[in-house]
């Protein structure tokens, strides 16, 4: 019985893997930009935080003001470890670039995917949580489709509400995604953001069994685009502008929008990126 308590114990003490959030949009919603304001925010409120890009172009640490790393497709022919895709801001956000397409990541070696899953797991259980910016899932839909919890970029865009809705059903309908956090983006004010949120509840609504949840805006605002030209993160440049505002307010209320529909205690982010990569190849891609 002393052995089986302090195994228990033990059990107990181990570090329970971070939540993962992953942010989805149609192209040009400001996803990246989000990301990064939101890891941002987190960091300074003393969490720690681990961004990971799964999408082509740099993009988050171009927005983060840092360079650019290796990416996991680099490591079929270099395998380097996690250590060449990983960069840390001087604001104290891990970066790592998780960039490849489904098909070379369904080409990993067990030795391979072993070893990245080690070591991502421990980047895992130094985090607290990791907002992953993915693509759209009509060009990759695994790293949303297996994220703890999604959050769905919407803007007032021409578009926009056709290319949500695509998005949606599709991780529905082909992924059994049900759950979606709905976060507007470059809106005026609450009024324009609440009335995009209805707009999206009454399609979904009529036509898919889905759940969504409005989280928050980030407004309009000229000082997003002044900081990315001066290479700095919104927060450190114009701390004072309402989308750094909205940033720090969104943060702080992250945490509470953990909700997985999946509960998977033991298996990482890595692992379950490479099995389901490797699924979707051996279904042929037809989802």
């Known amino acids: 019985m002393q052995d089986q308590a302090a195994s228990l114990r033990r059990l107990a003490a181990q570090p329970v893997r971070a939540p993962s959030f992953a942010f989805v949009g149609a192209a040009g919603s400001g996803v990246s930009t989000l990301v990064a304001g939101l890891g941002t925010g987190l960091a300074w409120a003393g969490c720690r935080p681990l961004l990971i890009d799964c ?5 988050l640490a171009r927005q983060l003001g840092v360079p650019t790393t290796a990416t996991l497709e680099t490591q079929i022919v270099g395998p380097g470890g996690l250590d060449t895709m990983m960069t840390q801001s001087r604001h104290g956000v891990s970066l790592l670039n998780l960039y490849a397409r489904p098909e070379d990541r369904a080409r990993f070696s067990a030795q391979l995917w072993l070893r990245l899953g080690s070591e991502f797991g421990s980047l895992e259980r130094d985090s607290h949580m990791l907002l992953v ?5 009509a060009h990759d839909p695994v790293p949303a489709s297996v994220a703890d919890n999604l ?11 056709t290319m949500a809705y695509a998005i949606i059903k599709r991780l529905a309908t082909q992924y059994g995604r049900q759950r979606f956090n709905v976060l507007v983006n470059r809106v005026r004010h ?8 209805q707009r999206l509840s009454s399609v979904t609504g009529e036509f898919l069994n889905v759940a969504l949840r409005w989280v928050g805006f980030v407004p309009q605002d000229s000082a997003v685009k002044r900081s990315r030209s001066l290479h700095r993160p919104l927060m450190e440049a114009f701390p004072d502008s309402e989308s750094a505002i909205a940033f720090s307010q969104l943060a702080a209320m992250l945490p509470q929008w953990h909700s997985p529909e999946v509960t998977r205690p033991e298996a990482g982010f890595m692992d379950v990126l490479i099995a389901a990569s490797r699924d979707w190849a051996e279904g042929g891609r037809t989802r």
């Open 151 to 161: 959050v769905l970029v919407l803007t007032p865009a021409p578009e926009a509400l």
């Open 190 to 197: 609450l009024e324009e953001a609440r009335e995009l949120f």
């Open 133 to 137: 910016d993915v693509p759209n899932p």
């Open 55 to 59: 999408q082509a172009g740099q993009q």
